[in-house]
C-alpha cells in the first residue's frame, strides 16, 4: 500500500471529523461515498485543499461523496485497513466515538507527509476532533450554511444533494424526498462494486463482434470454441441477479450470502425447468419475446419467468429480506441466532419470493422495457436529442444509475438496448470538453490544467469515466458546460437524422431508428464496436466530441474577465543569454541578473530581498521587491527560500510523494552539506501561522495570510532521525514573518546519518492560486524569491 494513500485516507478521515463519525464507506469507479454520524462536522475546506481529492459532494441527510479519480480504490483499501474506520462501521448500529487521529492504525504510520500536509485542517486533528468545542478558534465554523464543496459551479448545481432543495421543508414532502434519495442510493451502492466486471465484459463482447467483422472468428455458435469467449462474457449477465443480490444485502447490513443462497434458489435448473413440464402454461410477450410460465405448487399457481439478468427481482427480494432480518435479530436469542437466523429466512423469503416478489420484479421490468421500447420507436428524435442533454445535469447528483439498470433490463429482455448510443454522445461531449481545454493548456503553457486534463481525458476515452472531467474541470467552470451542452445537442441530432435514415435492425427483425448497442457498457473508444450500425454511432460521438473541443479552443472555457487577465500579462520568449522563469500571467524572475523587463518589474534572486524593509506587512516578498514594482502586479507575491541552496524542481527529489505534485507545486533546495560549518536556521518562507509543526523539527505548515498555504519538509525520510540533528524555535499557531528562524539544522549530522537533506517546499492549496510558478536553475540565498504565486 503506498504512503500517499495512506495519507490521502488519513487526511479524508480527519476532514470527515473522524472515524467515529463514518457509518459506511463505499466506493464507486471514481468517488468514495460515506454514511455519516453528523455532516456539520464535515471540514469542506480541508477536503477542497488537498491536491488528491478532486471535489466532494454534501449528498440529502448524512451522506457525502469525496471523488478522488482513478485512484480511488486505493485509497479506500487504505481507508478500510484503519481499525478505527472498520470498527466504526461494524459498530454503527450504536454510538461510535469520534476518533480525530483518523484512526490510522499504529502498525500503519503515515511518516513524515500527513502531519504536514494536514495543516489545512488542524482543527479536526487530535483531540479536537472529538470536541468541537475545543478546536482551534481559526478553524471554519460548520453551520448549515456554511459552504460544503464550494469549488462546484453552483450556477450550474445550485444545490449539492439529490433532493437538497427539500432539505428545510418538514412533514410529507420532506419525507418523500428522503425516500426517494434513499431508494436511488440503493439501487446505485448495489451496482457499483461490479462495475469493473461489467466493463471487463462488454469489452470482451466488442472485441468478439470486431473478431466477427473482420472474418477472424467464425460466427458458429454451435462450435466449443464460440461456446467457451461466450461464456467468458454471458456469465456475468446470466447471474447477475445473484450478484446484485449480495451487494444489496450488503447495503441494507443483512448477510450478503443469505441474500445471494436465496435468489439462487430461483435460477438452479431444476426450477426454471419447470417452465417446460407438460402441465406449463405458457405465454409469450409479443413486443418482447420474453415467455412466462404457470405451474401449481402444492395446489397453488406460480407464475415462472427467467430471473436471468433481472435486476428488479433481487433487489425487492432483499428489501423484504432485510425487514425481516432485522425483526428476527430483535426477537432471537444471540446464542440460537447463527442457526434460526437464516433457517427462518431461507423458508420465509424464498416461496415469497417464487410465488409474489418474483413475479412482481418480472412483471415491472416488461414494463419498463415495453414503455422504453415504444417511447425510442414513437419519438425517436425528442430521445435522441433530450437524453443527452438531461445526462449532464443527473450524473454529478448520481441519478443516471436507475438508467443504467434499466440498460442491463432491455439487454436481456430486448436483447438490444437503445439507450446507450443517447447517453455515449453526452459522454463524448464531455470528453471533447476536456479535450479543449487540453488544448488551450497546452498553448498556454498551464501545465497544472495540462495534467488534470490529460488525466481526464484519457480516463474517458479508454474507461468511459466522466468524474475526472466533471469534478476536475467542467463543474469548476460554467461555460464549459454550455459549450458541451452544444455538443450533446449537435450528436443527439446527428445520431437522430442518420438513425432516421438509416434504422438499425433489433435481433428480432424489427426496425429501430437510432443506435442500438448490443450488451452493457462503459461507452468508450474500446467499446465502439458493441454499437450498431456502428457508422451511425461513430459519426454522432465524433460531432459530439469535436463541437465543444471547438468551441472551447476558439472562445474559451473561462470568463472574459479571467481570459484578458491571462492574455494581457502574457510574456514572450526567452533570452538566451538571459535565461528568465517566466510565470502564467507574465511574472518574469531573471535568474542572471537584476534587469527590469517591459513591464519595468524587477526579481533578482540576488538583491530580492537586501534588508528587513523589503519585506512586506504580509510576510510576502513582492516580486521586484528590491525595486519599485509595476502597480498592476500587486497581487503577485513570493515564497521566500528558508534556506541557502542551489533550487532545483521538485520532480527532482527522490521523495515520490512531493515528486509526483499531490502536495502542490513547489521547489526543492539541496543546501551545500560539504561544508561542516555547524547548524544552519531554516527561516520562515512567508509570514502567517503555523498551522503545523512537526514534533520532530522537521516539517511546518504555514498558512500565509493572503491565503497562501506553504508546506516546508527539511530533508527526505528525516523523521527516522527522531528530532537527532533539529532544534526547534517556534510552536503551533504561533504567528512568525517572512525570515523568522523557525529550527535550527545540523545539516553534518543528517549528512552522517546517510539523510537526503533536500529541503522541499509546496503550496497545498496550487489549485486555488491563478498560477503557481517555480524558480529554479539558481543558487539562493536566504530570503531570495523562489517560488512565484498568483492568487
Known amino acids: 500500500m503506498r504512503t500517499e494513500d495512506r495519507r490521502v485516507a488519513r487526511a479524508i478521515v480527519v476532514a470527515l471529523g473522524g472515524a467515529g463519525n ?27 485543499a488537498d491536491p488528491a481529492v478532486l471535489g466532494a459532494v454534501a449528498q440529502y441527510g448524512e451522506r457525502y461523496q469525496v471523488v478522488i479519480g482513478g485512484a480511488v480504490e486505493d485509497v479506500y483499501d487504505a481507508m478500510m485497513a484503519m481499525p478505527a474506520v472498520r470498527d466504526a462501521i461494524s459498530s454503527c448500529d450504536g454510538d461510535c466515538d469520534v476518533v480525530g487521529d483518523g484512526g490510522m492504525a499504529d502498525d500503519a504510520p503515515v511518516p513524515h507527509v500527513p502531519d504536514a500536509v494536514l495543516a489545512a485542517a488542524p482543527a479536526k486533528a487530535d483531540s479536537s476532533a472529538a470536541d468541537p468545542a475545543a478546536a482551534a478558534p481559526d478553524a471554519p465554523d460548520r453551520t448549515d450554511s456554511t459552504p460544503v464543496a464550494h469549488e462546484m459551479d453552483t450556477t450550474v448545481f445550485p444545490s449539492s444533494g439529490v433532493f437538497a432543495m ?49 472474418g477472424v472468428m467464425p460466427n458458429d455458435e454451435a462450435s466449443a470454441g464460440w461456446v467457451f469467449v461466450k461464456a467468458m462474457w454471458k456469465g456475468v449477465f446470466v447471474f447477475l441477479p445473484i450478484i446484485v443480490a449480495y451487494n444489496a444485502s450488503n447495503k441494507l447490513r443483512v448477510d450478503p450470502w443469505l441474500g445471494a443462497m436465496i435468489m439462487a434458489a430461483l435460477m438452479t435448473p431444476q426450477f426454471t425447468g419447470l417452465m417446460n413440464a407438460a402441465d406449463a402454461d405458457c405465454v409469450t410477450d409479443p413486443t418482447l419475446g420474453v415467455r412466462s410460465c404457470t405451474v401449481h405448487v402444492f395446489g397453488l399457481p406460480m407464475h415462472l419467468n427467467d430471473y436471468s439478468g433481472n435486476v428488479f427481482v433481487p433487489l425487492i427480494m432483499v428489501l423484504a429480506l432485510a425487514a ?6 430483535r426477537v432471537l436469542p444471540r446464542s440460537i441466532r447463527i442457526v434460526f437466523l437464516p433457517f427462518v429466512s431461507m423458508v420465509v423469503i424464498t416461496p415469497l419470493t417464487a410465488f409474489v416478489l418474483g413475479p ?13 421500447a415504444w417511447l425510442s420507436m414513437h419519438a425517436p428524435f425528442a430521445f435522441a436529442v433530450l437524453l443527452p442533454l438531461i445526462y449532464p445535469f443527473i450524473v454529478p447528483i448520481g441519478l443516471h444509475w436507475p438508467l443504467n439498470a434499466l440498460m442491463i433490463v432491455n439487454v436481456q429482455t430486448l436483447g438490444y438496448d437503445f439507450i446507450q448510443g443517447p447517453m455515449a454522445v453526452w459522454n463524448f461531449a464531455c470528453f471533447g ?28 476515452l479508454l474507461g468511459g469515466l466522466t468524474e475526472p472531467s466533471l469534478y476536475g474541470i467542467h463543474l469548476r467552470h460554467r461555460l464549459v458546460y454550455r459549450r458541451m451542452l452544444v455538443g450533446c445537442a449537435a450528436g443527439g441530432l446527428t445520431g437522430a437524422l442518420l438513425g432516421w435514415f438509416f434504422p438499425s435492425v433489433t435481433p428480432s427483425g424489427g426496425v429501430m431508428h437510432g443506435v442500438i448497442a448490443w450488451s452493457f457498457a462503459f461507452t468508450s473508444l474500446l467499446t465502439i464496436p458493441l454499437f450498431s450500425r456502428m457508422w451511425v454511432y461513430v459519426a454522432s460521438i465524433a460531432v459530439a466530441f469535436v463541437v465543444p ?30 535565461p528568465q522563469t517566466t510565470g502564467e500571467k507574465g511574472i518574469t524572475l531573471g535568474i542572471s541578473e537584476n534587469a527590469p523587463d517591459d513591464d519595468g518589474i524587477v526579481a533578482g534572486h540576488a538583491d530580492a530581498v537586501d534588508d528587513a524593509d523589503a519585506v512586506g506587512a504580509d510576510g510576502t516578498v513582492g516580486v521586484g521587491s528590491a525595486v519599485a514594482a509595476d502597480a498592476d502586479a500587486d497581487d503577485a507575491v513570493a515564497v521566500v527560500a528558508p534556506v541557502a541552496g542551489a533550487v532545483l524542481p521538485i520532480d527532482d527529489v527522490s521523495d515520490p510523494v512531493f515528486a509526483s505534485r499531490a502536495l502542490g507545486d513547489g521547489v526543492a533546495i539541496r543546501p551545500d552539506v560539504e561544508a561542516d560549518d555547524g547548524p544552519r536556521t531554516i527561516a520562515a518562507p512567508v509570514a502567517g501561522v503555523l498551522k503545523t509543526v512537526a514534533g520532530t523539527g522537521h516539517a511546518f505548515g504555514i498558512r500565509a495570510d493572503d491565503g497562501i498555504e506553504v508546506l516546508l519538509h527539511v530533508g527526505v525520510d528525516t523523521v527516522r532521525l527522531e528530532g537527532e540533528g533539529f532544534t526547534m524555535t517556534v510552536s503551533k499557531g504561533e504567528r512568525v514573518r517572512a525570515g523568522d528562524p523557525l529550527a535550527t539544522v545540523d545539516f553534518a549530522e543528517l549528512r552522517r546519518s546517510g539523510v537526503d537533506a533536500t529541503t522541499m517546499m509546496t503550496i497545498t492549496n496550487t489549485a486555488k492560486m491563478t498560477s503557481v510558478t517555480p524558480l529554479t536553475g539558481f543558487d539562493a540565498a536566504v530570503g531570495d524569491p523562489v517560488i512565484a504565486v498568483r492568487r
Open 22 to 48: 463514518i457509518r459506511g464507506l463505499t466506493h464507486c469507479a471514481t468517488r468514495l461515498r460515506f454514511e455519516l454520524r453528523d455532516a456539520s462536522r464535515v471540514d469542506a475546506r480541508a477536503l477542497d
Open 166 to 214: 427539500f432539505h428545510g421543508k418538514r412533514g410529507i414532502t420532506r419525507r418523500i424526498a428522503h425516500c426517494l434519495n434513499w431508494f436511488f442510493e440503493y439501487l446505485s451502492d448495489s451496482f457499483r462494486p461490479i462495475i469493473g466486471v461489467l466493463l471487463g465484459a462488454s469489452i470482451i463482447i466488442a472485441l468478439v463482434n470486431l473478431c466477427l467483422a473482420l
Open 324 to 329: 425481516l432480518y432485522r425483526g428476527l435479530k
Open 360 to 372: 412482481f420484479g418480472a412483471w415491472l421490468s416488461n414494463g419498463i422495457g415495453v414503455s422504453l
Open 433 to 460: 470538453s476536456t479535450a479543449g481545454v487540453l488544448l488551450l493548456a497546452v498553448r498556454e503553457r498551464d501545465d497544472a490544467m495540462r495534467r488534470t486534463a490529460t488525466g481526464a481525458l484519457l480516463a474517458g
Open 549 to 578: 473541443m471547438a468551441l472551447i479552443a476558439i472562445f474559451d472555457y473561462r470568463t472574459k474577465a479571467s481570459a484578458e487577465n491571462v492574455d494581457d500579462s502574457r510574456v514572450g520568449g526567452q533570452d538566451a543569454d538571459n
